[in-house]
């Protein structure tokens, strides 16, 4: 999966031409259509994407090879892989979610606190969900400078400096 990124989800049938409601995970969400052909995550089929129109929550599209209301129903929940090699560089101090997750999370000492098993956003800002033996359940740790000062892709780690409180 290193060498592919989840740009984009499947939400239904729009219609009963064929064409699907895609929720976009892209910065600018219309790129999605530029990263193609995207490929299913188990990369048994791929898509060429046209965007015919916004509607709520995302866009109404064509996949090449649907060209039915069940077949558009049929791929509900399906979540859309463009190859990393199509997407644009990142500034520095930027990051794709999937590079994110799996990385260990230690503490401004060097304890460490868990591994980041998602990044979740609801809203108001990106949460790093941590999992790890010393939790009960999993953390949510908002990813921002100020608690999350440093991110090492190379070493695989990132250095929490938790608000007070988070982890007691």
Known sequence: MADRVCVGTIAGAFGVRGEVRLKSFCAEPTDIAAYGPLTTEDGARHFEITLTRPVKSGFAARLSGVATKEAADALRGTRLYAPRAALPSLPDDEFYHADLIGLTALDTGGATLGKVAAVLNHGAGDLLELRGAGLKGSALVPFTRAVVPTV??????????????LFD
């Open 152 to 165: 090492d892709l190379a070493t695989g780690r990132v250095i929490i400096d938790p608000p007070e409180g």
